[in-house]
C-alpha cells in the first residue's frame, strides 16, 4: 500500500483552483473502413491523417476493426483486476517479469523521478511475438466475459495477449496512412516497419484513476472546493512512435493545442485516440508534433484507459527522414540518435519535461530561442 506524505498528497491536489478545460469542439477524425474502400478514399483518409498530426498531433480512429466483445472483455478484466486486494496487485508488481521497473504494477508513483498522479497501473513490454511480458500473477485473475454472458471465462493476460495483438495491427495500418499522408508513397512501411520490427520496444499500459474522492468542505463552498480536480497523470508528451488509446466512458482525457491552451476530449467507447510521440515528431524532422496531454480526474466514476505505446527496437537509428528534410530546404531539425539512447535521456527526466530538447540540431536550439 502506498502511503503519501501530506505535500505528496498536495502534488495530486494542487490543481484544484484550475477552472475544468472546454471540450475539444472538433476532434478530427478517420474512419479505417471506409479508407479501405477505394484509393481515392485512402488517400483521402491519408491527407486528413497528416492534417490531423500537424494540426494537433491527436486524432480519433473509428471504423478500427478491432471487435467490441474483445474490447468489452478487456475492460471487464482490468476492472475486476484493480477490484482485486491491494496485496494481489503488489503481487503482481512483485512477479513482473524481470521484476524490474518501470514495469508490473504501481500505485501513485509514475516513472522514477518523483511524479504522482491519482492513478494505480500495470505496465508492461510486450514481446517480439506479440504477447505481454506480464506480471505472472494476472493468470490468476479470472474474468468472464461481460458481453458474452455464457462465454468461458479467461484470465487477464489472454485477454491482454489478443488485445495487443489487435491493436497492434491497426497501428499500423494508421502509420502507414501517415506515411502516405506524408507523401512518403515508396515507403509507407517506414514507420510500421518499426512497430512490427521482432525487437520493437513498444508497451501496454492500463490505468485506473479511482473516482476523485469527497472532501468535508462545506456545503456552501464552491463547486471546485467541494469537488477538487486531481491530477490524474501530469502533462506529458509520450516519447515512442504512435500511442493508441482507448478508455471506458469516464471522460478525463485533455491535450494541449498549439496556442498552449487545454481541451478536454469526449469520451468514446467505439472509438480510439491516437497520439503522435517524440519518435515520430523527429523522424517527420517536426512536420508532426508529439502532442502534450494529461488525465484530471473530476468524475465519481472510475476511468480505465488502455494505451498501446508502439516503439522502434532499442538499436535503430532515428533521425529525420531524407524526403522530409530536403523538403525544408535541407535543415535538419534533430540529430541522429538510436531509441535506446532517447529512452535512457527520457527516462532521467520528470513528466512534464521536454524531452526533445537534448536532441534538436544547434541550429533548431539557436532558432527557437531567438
Ligand atoms: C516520469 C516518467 C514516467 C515515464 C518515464 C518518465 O521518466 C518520462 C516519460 C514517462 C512516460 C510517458 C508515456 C508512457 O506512459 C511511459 C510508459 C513512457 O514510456 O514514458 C511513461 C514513463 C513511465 O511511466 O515509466
Ligand atoms: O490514461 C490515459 O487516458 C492517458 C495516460 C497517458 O497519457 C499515458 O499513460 O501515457
Ligand atoms: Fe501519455
Redesign the pocket.
Given at each position: 500500500m502506498v502511503v503519501l506524505t501530506k505535500g505528496e498528497l498536495e502534488q495530486i491536489t494542487l490543481p484544484a483552483v484550475q477552472r475544468a478545460a472546454p471540450p475539444l469542439a472538433f476532434v478530427p477524425e478517420v474512419d479505417l473502413s471506409a479508407a479501405a474502400a477505394s484509393v481515392a478514399a485512402r488517400s483521402a483518409a491519408a491527407r486528413a491523417v497528416a492534417k490531423a498530426c500537424e494540426d494537433h498531433g491527436f486524432f480519433k480512429v473509428t471504423g478500427h476493426g478491432v471487435p467490441a466483445p474483445l474490447l468489452a472483455r478487456l475492460e471487464a478484466a482490468a476492472a475486476a483486476f484493480f477490484a482485486l486486494p491491494q496485496r494481489d496487485k503488489d503481487k503482481a508488481a512483485a512477479a513482473a517479469v524481470g521484476g524490474s521497473p518501470?514495469f508490473g504494477y504501481a500505485s501513485k508513483r509514475?516513472?522514477?523521478?518523483g511524479?504522482l498522479g491519482w492513478v494505480e497501473y500495470l505496465?508492461l513490454g510486450v514481446t517480439p511475438a506479440g504477447a505481454a511480458a506480464a506480471p505472472s500473477a494476472l493468470s490468476a485473475a479470472p474474468v468472464s466475459s461481460a458481453s458474452e454472458g455464457a462465454a468461458p471465462s479467461c484470465c487477464f493476460r489472454d485477454v491482454l495477449d489478443e488485445y495487443i495483438a489487435a491493436v497492434r495491427r491497426m497501428t499500423c495500418t494508421v502509420l502507414e496512412l501517415m506515411a502516405q499522408g506524408l507523401g512518403l508513397d515508396d515507403d509507407t512501411a517506414v514507420f510500421s516497419r518499426l512497430v512490427l520490427d521482432r525487437d520493437s520496444d513498444s508497451?501496454l499500459?492500463v490505468n485506473h484513476y479511482p473516482p476523485r474522492p469527497e472532501t468535508a468542505a462545506a456545503a456552501g463552498e464552491p463547486a471546485e472546493v467541494r469537488r477538487p480536480r486531481l491530477t490524474g497523470f501530469g502533462e506529458?508528451t509520450?516519447?515512442?512512435i504512435i500511442s493508441v488509446l482507448r478508455s471506458n466512458d469516464t471522460a478525463g482525457l485533455e491535450i494541449s493545442l498549439r496556442d498552449g491552451s487545454w481541451v478536454s476530449v469526449p469520451s468514446d467507447t467505439q472509438s480510439f485516440f491516437v497520439n503522435v510521440g517524440d519518435a515520430l515528431q523527429v523522424l517527420t524532422n517536426g512536420r508532426f508534433r508529439s502532442v502534450r496531454h494529461r488525465v484530471m480526474v473530476s468524475s465519481g466514476r472510475p476511468r480505465v484507459s488502455v494505451?498501446f505505446?508502439g516503439g522502434p527496437p532499442p538499436r535503430e537509428r532515428l533521425a529525420p527522414l531524407p524526403g522530409l528534410v530536403d523538403r525544408e530546404g535541407g535543415r535538419r531539425r534533430y540529430r541522429e540518435f538510436t531509441w535506446r539512447e532517447y529512452k535512457t535521456s527520457?527516462?532521467?527526466?520528470?513528466?512534464a519535461d521536454n524531452?526533445l530538447c537534448y536532441f534538436e540540431t544547434t541550429t533548431a536550439a539557436a532558432a527557437a530561442t531567438s
Open positions: 518501470p509514475i516513472g522514477g523521478n511524479d505496465l508497451m499500459r506529458h509520450d516519447p515512442q494505451i505505446f527520457a527516462y532521467r527526466t520528470k513528466l524531452r
